[in-house]
């Protein structure tokens, strides 16, 4: 570069107004083009850069007659706005990749593999454990292979009750047996702690059904146990309606209504009001508004004197519920083989 | 339990509608699960009599009948066997609808005019008995609408009475309930029996051998008795109750016991040997043939009631076919008893033969009143058969005991209901459920238990009767107080969720299978360690008869049952218990993960058309166990090759952590798969969930992020195709210095160009130092070195670019 008085040369060649524009033009041009970032910052130092084009310029002005200067001036003001502007408007561009001649169809699938999903079964009971800790109840688990004991005998079921009998429970040759129920559990909790207590008590259980659209021969419970002193029956209403709301939805209900159970006294069944129709009657809850979930009741003090408690000083209430059964409900599950079937099609929809 | 409403009128009155009282016993503790209508007005059907039978022309099993319908004479053809010139039936003319919905036309039957039908129980809606026509009594005339003869439709509960509740298996029971429920007196019917004939002793002496079985036995004889059918009235109140009429002396057992709870047996007196009753547990290899027919062998803890030599009834449950009631029968035996529920339970159980007697007895009747239920039996004998009543009753009673008595705190019930009952209201409802109260003050009252309840002993039951019968929905919910559990027994079930949770992030999805499979099936994948299989001794069928002893076999199951849905790709887990047998014979069981892949569930969603190989199959699932056993803080795992009749030869692995084994992956034999059409190889792994997740909750100790910049080198060679990338790893670890921070296969392959078994693999390699930045000297010293090794140890050809 060099500055004569009768003119401003750079790259070798004179530069004047004329010059410059076209200079301008190209350098626009040069960054339109540019394919990506590298090229831009060629483009950047070419011009804009420390030793490049618009420094010398500047430094030349100086030497220009004044008629000259003012117009050389503004062009190579022009230079450095236009040419910046357009540099980080493209650098933009390149860096999100929002470019027009790279594009691509965003139409196409995406290419990354989809989330897998928890069975029913286990969505009903995490679930439920997640409602119940909101309560201030842990999750107890146990043995499948239970003894004739804590499955019947400690739950003051006596040796004559037809739930005893062989068709109903799968005996081992070891004179245990496949629970029936997970309620021994709750008799292992108790075995091994002292009050309060508050669990529930997952698991799998054992019923020599025959596999029909509403029976399996292996199915899931879920059982709660609640032990504290002047823990009552209101107590029970009041924990059943907080787990049906939560797990059904916010207008659903519940009524008792007496029963038999060997190890509560008083005993209920616990309905829960439909949530499909809201308790108008539908083919859900078979025209009657109500649907039978659980089995509930206040812990027999016979129970509470098997395991070692005082039941002069103790109350409780228990619960028991079909895993299964909710998730048909709830989820509108016709036949309860389609949980044992596995299907992906099937599984794949509980995401 | 079915009841019509109508017989439970006899005893309390009723101003309720069907639906309220259903309402009331359900919500009481008596569920009402159906109610149904019986019978109907019976609109244009009467008294038919047949006047004429004669063959049908053109058809065997059809008669031509003409049949006086009280104005006229009309042909009716007839397909039942029992119709006879005579006889009177129901008779519906052209243009009845009858209850079965049929609608009665002109008709012309295989060419013969039929103008109206007579009619079975069926068509009437009566029963579903098609056996023939209905026979009327022959007294009736002729026209007269049926109506009046069947009585008015009837409207019969169909009850579901709780285990403990034997003294609401009667229609007297269930008065009781109503009763007690609305306030309104229960009126039971006196009996006068009439006793005319000679002392009962003279006819017979019973004795009771066990009498913790049988607490008491009374017996009363009929002489001279005239069978034939109870009236209708009789008939049809044990038809509205399911049981089937035979004739009037056992009708008139079955009727009380339906009106009573009291199971009642009718002996004929001269079949019985000896004059005498012997109620006894059967003698070893005794047998008897049971009024079903049926040859029973007996244990020596069944209870027989016996004669002088032989049993004569199995006690409790059903009656003897050789002292059976019959056309020839004049003199009765009357037995009304009480047999302990425990025994009546196990022999009914053995046997598998459950009665509408051994259900009342297992469950327990009124030891009170056994002798009401003889004497209301005996003088139905008297009114309906004639009979002559023997002077006085047998009565063995030996478990005559006092009734119990239980104490209620009026403040206990309240504080186990969460709900105040003033202590007036609690007595009140006692005395209707007729406990007599015996004591009561300010605090609580002392009651006697009636006989007719087997289920209250302490007072928790007491409390159960006022809460039921005061009402559920009387009791408010609570406020909810959290007592929280001192001891968290959480830990293993949210081991299970945050598995779950990496799983389903990783793509899989969920099974649950059964814990049974079939025998085949384990066979398939483990043919030994028979012994250590837990078999049930009574599965519900045989391919659920084993507790399975591995997750694989169901998984691989359920991948074959989507590929024969035509599922292409599935990826999936399971949670569950394994089963074993220890050679002491105990069951222990463990929970287990099984992960199976199946189809190209890797690859990218445009490049699944390809075939799937058997190592990208592999590693796949590999990947998914090392992110599972990181995200458990497992980091350490060790894989070593193991053969397994599963697993395709080579492909299977053992994976160990520190000393214990983890458990195995691999891909599915071959041939093994074919079972399921398996062409593509599928990858199965089952790992110890105890042993996964055991370190889960480990603090993990977190290192500081580099202060210094790190320097990569590329090291890529060709080995021989036996050289294992582990082998290649550890040379380049031992030869590389403390600062090699990160080692990485980046590009594998092999190609003609190399020679046979060869192949090349090309790693990147990362070293940093903690201390300084490192210089490009620093990197290519330590490359330099990692290459020697290689060279020397693997006879790796270097290559450089």
Redesign the interface.
């Given at each position: 570069m060099a500055i004569f008085r009768d003119g401003l040369f750079f790259w070798g060649e004179m530069m004047n107004s004329e010059k410059l524009k076209e200079t301008l033009s190209e350098a626009l041009a040069e960054a339109r083009v540019a394919p990506d970032i590298e090229g831009l910052e060629h483009v950047r130092i070419k011009y804009l850069g420390r030793k490049g084009l618009l420094p010398g310029v500047m430094k030349g002005l100086g030497g220009l007659p004044p008629a000259e200067r003012g117009e050389m001036g503004k062009l190579a003001n022009r230079l450095k706005t236009e040419l910046g502007g357009l540099l980080d408007q493209r650098r933009e561009e390149l860096e999100s990749g929002a470019m027009g001649n790279v594009s691509f169809d965003f139409t196409l699938p995406g290419a990354w593999h989809a989330a897998g999903t928890r069975h029913p079964i286990a969505r009903v009971i995490e679930d439920a454990a997640a409602i119940f800790a909101r309560l201030g109840f842990t999750v107890a688990q146990g043995p499948d292979v239970e003894t004739a004991y804590r499955n019947f005998e400690a739950l003051n079921t006596p040796d004559y009750h037809p739930s005893l009998d062989e068709q109903d429970t799968f005996w081992l040759e070891s004179g245990d047996l496949l629970r029936t129920q997970t309620s021994p559990v709750q008799i292992r909790v108790m075995e091994s702690t002292q009050p309060p207590i508050r669990v529930i008590t997952p698991g799998r259980c054992y019923r020599r059904d025959t596999t029909d659209a509403t029976h399996s021969a292996s199915f899931h419970q879920i059982e709660g146990l609640y032990v504290d002193t002047r823990v009552s029956l209101a107590d029970l209403k009041a924990t059943m309606g907080y787990f049906a709301r939560e797990m059904m939805g916010p207008g659903v209900g519940v009524r008792f209504r007496p029963h038999f159970f060997p190890f509560t006294e008083p005993s209920v069944e616990c309905d829960f009001s439909c949530h499909v129709c809201a308790g108008k009657g539908c083919r859900v809850c078979k025209f009657s508004g109500w649907i039978e979930i659980a089995g509930a009741g206040m812990v027999d003090p016979r129970v509470f004197k098997k395991v070692g408690y005082d039941p002069t000083a103790v109350t409780g209430f228990a619960f028991g519920m079909g895993v299964e059964r909710i998730a048909m409900v709830k989820y509108g599950i016709p036949d309860i083989r389609m949980l044992y079937d596995n299907d992906i099609r099937f599984l794949k929809q509980f995401a | 339990m079915k009841i019509p409403i109508s017989w439970l009128k006899d005893y309390v009155e009723i101003t309720e509608t069907p639906e309220e009282l259903a309402d009331l016993l359900?919500?009481?503790?008596t569920?009402v699960e159906a109610i149904e209508t019986v019978g109907s007005e019976y609109e244009g059907v009467v008294v038919g009599k047949v006047r004429e039978v004669s063959p049908h022309p053109n058809a065997d099993r059809l008669r031509l009948c003409r049949v006086f319908n009280g104005k006229e004479e009309l042909p009716v053809v007839c397909g039942a066997d029992n119709v006879a010139p005579g006889v009177k039936a129901p008779f519906a003319g052209v243009g009845t609808v009858l209850p079965n919905g049929m609608v009665l036309k002109r008709a012309r039957i295989r060419g013969e005019e039929s103008l109206g039908m007579l009619c079975a129980e069926d068509e009437l809606g009566l029963s579903h008995d098609h056996a023939g026509i209905l026979l009327l009594d022959p007294a009736l005339e002729a026209g007269t609408p049926l109506v009046e003869v069947l009585g008015p439709p009837e409207i019969v509960f169909n009850l579901e009475v709780?285990?403990?509740?034997s003294d609401c298996l009667s229609v007297i029971g269930m008065a009781r309930e109503i009763a007690a429920l609305t306030g309104r007196p229960l009126t039971i019917p006196e009996v006068t029996v009439t006793e005319t004939g000679p002392d009962v002793a003279s006819f017979v002496r019973v004795s009771i051998d066990s009498e913790d079985v049988c607490p008491r036995y009374t017996a009363r004889v009929l002489q001279g008795i005239k069978l034939g059918p109870s009236p209708l009235w009789m008939q049809r109140r044990l038809s509205l109750c399911g049981v089937r009429a035979i004739n009037n002396i056992v009708d008139i057992t079955n009727y009380v016991m339906l009106e009573s709870g009291h199971p009642l047996h009718a002996f004929d007196y001269q079949l019985l040997q000896g004059g005498q009753i012997v109620v006894r547990t059967a003698v070893p290899g005794e047998s008897m043939a049971t009024l079903d027919e049926a040859e029973r062998e007996l244990d020596v803890a069944s209870l027989v009631v016996a004669d002088e030599t032989k049993p004569v009834a199995l006690a409790g449950i059903m009656g003897g076919a050789g002292s059976e009631i019959q056309e020839s029968t004049q003199h009765v035996l009357l037995e009304s008893a009480s047999f302990a529920?425990?025994g009546i339970?196990?022999t009914s159980?053995r046997l598998g033969l459950t009665t509408e007697s051994s259900h009342r007895f297992?469950r327990g009747v009124n030891i009170e009143t056994v002798d009401w239920a003889g004497n209301r039996a005996a003088a139905l004998m008297s009114e309906l058969a004639d009979a002559t009543i023997a002077k006085g009753m047998v009565d063995e009673y030996p478990g005559r005991a006092e009734r119990k008595r239980v104490y209620l705190s009026f403040q206990h019930t309240t504080?186990?209901?969460?709900?105040a009952i003033a202590g007036r209201e609690i007595t009140d409802i006692l005395r209707r459920l007729q406990f007599p109260v015996v004591a009561e003050d300010e605090e609580g009252c002392t009651v006697e238990v009636p006989g007719f309840r087997h289920?209250i002993y302490?007072?928790?039951?007491l409390?159960?009767e006022i809460?039921?019968m005061y009402g559920?929905?009387r009791?408010?919910?609570?406020?909810?107080?959290?007592?929280?559990?001192?001891?968290?027994?959480?830990l293993?079930?949210?081991a299970?969720?945050a598995c779950?949770t990496v799983?389903?992030?990783?793509?899989?999805?969920?099974?649950?299978?059964?814990?049974?499979i079939s025998a085949q099936l384990i066979d398939l994948f483990m043919p030994d360690g028979e012994a250590s299989r837990?078999?049930?001794?009574?599965?519900?069928s045989s391919d659920?008869s084993v507790?399975r002893p591995s997750l694989i076999p169901q998984m691989v199951d359920?991948l074959g049952?989507?590929l024969s849905?035509q599922?292409r790709e599935?990826?999936?887990?399971e949670?569950g218990?394994i089963?074993e047998r220890d050679a002491s014979?105990?069951?222990t069981?463990h929970k287990r993960l099984c992960l199976g892949l199946l189809g190209p569930?890797?690859r990218?969603?445009?490049d699944k058309r390809r075939d799937v190989d058997a190592e990208e199959m592999f590693r796949w699932l590999k990947g998914i166990l090392e992110a599972l056993l990181r995200s458990q803080h497992v980091l350490n795992e060790e894989l070593t090759s193991y053969d397994a009749v599963m697993f395709e030869s080579g492909t299977g692995v053992e994976i160990r952590v520190g000393d214990r084994v983890l458990g195995c992956m691999g891909l599915v034999d071959r041939k093994l798969g074919s079972e399921w059409r398996m062409q593509e190889p599928v990858a199965v792994a089952e790992l110890d969930f105890e042993i996964l997740t055991g370190g889960a909750l480990e603090r993990v100790d977190i290192e500081a992020i580099p202060m210094y910049p790190a320097v990569s080198r590329d090291v890529a060679m060709v080995v021989s195709s036996e050289v294992s990338h582990r082998q290649i790893e550890a040379v380049i670890r031992e030869s590389a210095p403390p600062e090699l921070t990160g080692l990485e296969l980046f590009d594998i392959f092999a190609s003609e160009g190399m020679g046979d078994g060869c192949k090349s693999l090309a790693y990147s390699l990362e070293f940093r130092s903690a201390e300084r930045s490192l210089t490009d000297e620093d990197a290519n010293g330590y490359q330099e070195a990692v290459k020697e090794a290689l060279r020397a140890k693997l006879d790796a050809e270097i290559r450089d670019k």
């Open positions: - | 359900t919500f009481s503790g569920e709780t285990w403990n509740r529920p425990a339970h196990r159980t297992e504080d186990l209901l969460g709900v289920d302490i007072e928790a039951d409390i159960e809460a039921r559920f929905d009791v408010p919910d609570a406020r909810i107080l959290c007592a929280v559990s001192p001891d968290a027994f959480d293993p079930f949210q299970e969720t779950r799983l389903t992030g990783l793509g899989l999805s969920e099974a649950v299978n059964y814990s049974f837990v078999v049930l001794p009574n599965p519900v659920q507790m359920v049952r989507n849905r599922v599935a990826a999936m887990f949670l218990k089963f014979g105990t069951i069981e569930v890797g990218h969603p445009q």
